[in-house]
């Protein structure tokens, strides 16, 4: 076999496996945000929250999520915000 061939396919190998990679995680932090705005869209009746920017990694599987402000109009505690 020739060492150009052995080289150029495993060139093509670890770039289809970084694009992979690149992929999944793409796929991770839009799915995550859809989780986040789903579950701020289904508050209960009366609860307000808002969120800031949104971000999960796969690799280190955490999940964070910047400003988290909640506000309840006429209730006895007005808003939380973390």
């Known amino acids: 076999m020739n060492i150009k ?5 495993g060139v093509a190998a670890i770039a289809l496996a970084a694009g992979a990679v ?8 839009r799915e ?4 986040v705005e ?3 869209a289904h508050l209960p009746p009366g ?5 800031g920017a949104v971000s999960y990694s796969i690799l280190v599987d955490r999940l964070a999520i910047a400003d ?3 506000d309840a109009p006429g209730q006895w505690l007005t808003s939380v915000r973390a």
């Open 22 to 29: 690149y992929g999944v995680n793409l796929f991770a932090q």
């Open 47 to 51: 609860l307000q929250g808002k969120h």
């Open 5 to 9: 061939k052995l080289a150029i396919g």
């Open 32 to 35: 995550a945000e859809a989780q």
């Open 68 to 70: 988290i402000a909640l």
């Open 38 to 40: 789903a579950s701020f």
